[in-house]
């Protein structure tokens, strides 16, 4: 089982402990954002936002890349917002990148304003993840998409997973939460990935 002070700061970083957490957690994440990014199929000019963006490197991939015209990131934790703002200087200064420091409650985007939207290993820490969806979804242009990447619930990960931090759910849950968040369709695909599953569920927009 994971200690509940690592899981509290999984959630938020915070202090000088969030620092090196955020750091282990760049490299940890970057098969299953890999997967995240493949599934979302980011194409030509296209304008992408990284929920819980973490330590950016994820979007500064996807800016590399070359591919996307535009990429944000928003996250409530500062040692998050500072890293990635780091990470992604360079772009940020050509207009190409925004870190804002956010929950996504509440996202300082125009409905809209995206065409693709990913959220990975953060589902687990919204109180009120019906709404933090239709938050994303109302940013999403019509046809847009969300990649909402997660470790399902099962016996490995509530053994792993403390279950004061970590809302675990079934990917039948999160097909529901999606479709009530307003999304038009879902479709989930489990990466088995060893003992750590990881579930990546497109949401779409129906197109006007
Ligand atoms: C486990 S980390 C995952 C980071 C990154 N997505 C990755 O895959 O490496 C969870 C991230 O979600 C952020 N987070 C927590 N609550 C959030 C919320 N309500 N809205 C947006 N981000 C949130 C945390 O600050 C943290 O950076």
Redesign the pocket.
Known sequence: MKPEWIARQ????RGWLGQIVARV??YE?IQ??RIALDELEVGAGESVL??????G??LAALEREGKAGFVAG????EV?VSLASRRLHKAMGRGRAEIQHT???RIPYEDGRFDAALA???LY??PDPAA?LAEIRRVLRPGGRLLLGYRPDDAAARAALPSSVYALRSTAEVEKLLLAAGFDSVHTHVHPLGEAPFACARAEVLAA
Do not use: A
């Not at 999984?10 to 970083?13: D, I, L």
């Not at 990284?50 to 330590?55: E, F, S, T, Y």
């Open positions: 999984s959630s938020r970083p957690m760049s994440t299953v954002n990284d929920v819980g963006c973490g330590h490197r994820t928003i996250d409530p934790s998050m929950e996504s409650s990975v290993h953060v820490f919204w933090d």
